[in-house]
């Protein structure tokens, strides 16, 4: 059971009351020093996204996963925002009982865990993002990810064969992102067929999808905070022209560039793994 044995920092309450999220935890040893690790996945993502690696990281401290709003099994909101996402993390980190942890994300993930960070660092020891960066993307291949699956018809998602099928005929080309198997097998993992529906709330992603494209502005860096930012130098979204943004916010970051793509935690687990475990590990030796 997550306790109060491992901060100095007191927790304070969130301004706003956020949603109650689906978690996880894996417990660690006892007798660790460290604080607990929270992941956050990206978006059309899970909490299962990182079983395998919240194994591994648990030899050595706590971690839990959530889902985040509109995602996995935590409820759904209209409200697709930065600020509410971050608002259900601190909440979450209250209600575990823990005045602080260390705090992983990947993707939209990234940009909930730097927002957190942000507005309540006494919530966060040690910060890690991965693939993102505090800045404005185009996204249009996304955004044409949930227009299509929004369409898909209710009779193409009684099973995964039929949906993987469809979102394949849908593909407008090369460069379309459902034209890729490893795409549709990933949001293939979102798919309820006994409800014929999608885990994700796809209606309210696309509604707010201006917002997800971008990061909130004018927030006030936090020069202690330690972090880490893991990029995948293959086509990943964390690129080195990024970096001033990502120092401005966090002064005592430090860039990882790493040979995968986007999910780095799938494409090299066992580098994510270890990454994340010495980060965390040197924050339990401070």
Known sequence: MLSRRHGHRLAQRSLTRGLHLNHKVYPGPTETKEPPLLIL???FGSASNFRGPAQLLSKQREVVLADLRNHGASP???DVSFSAAADDVAELVDSLGVPSMNLVGHSLGGKVAMLVALRRPDLVERLCVVDIAPVQYDMAGNR???ETLLALPAKALGSRAEADAAMAAAASGPSDPLGVPFVRQFLLQNLVPDERSWRINLRALLDGYEELRGFPSAE????EMPALFIGGERDGM??????D?????????RLEMVPTGHW?????PALFVQLVDTFCSEGGRA
């Open 144 to 146: 044409g990810i949930v």
């Open 220 to 223: 006030v860096p936090v020069p």
């Open 76 to 78: 759904w909101d209209d």
């Open 245 to 253: 943004a990502c120092e401005a916010l966090f002064p005592q970051a």
């Open 264 to 268: 780095v935690h799938a494409e090299a």
């Open 41 to 43: 996945h990206g978006l």
């Open 238 to 243: 964390l690129e080195r022209q990024h970096w």
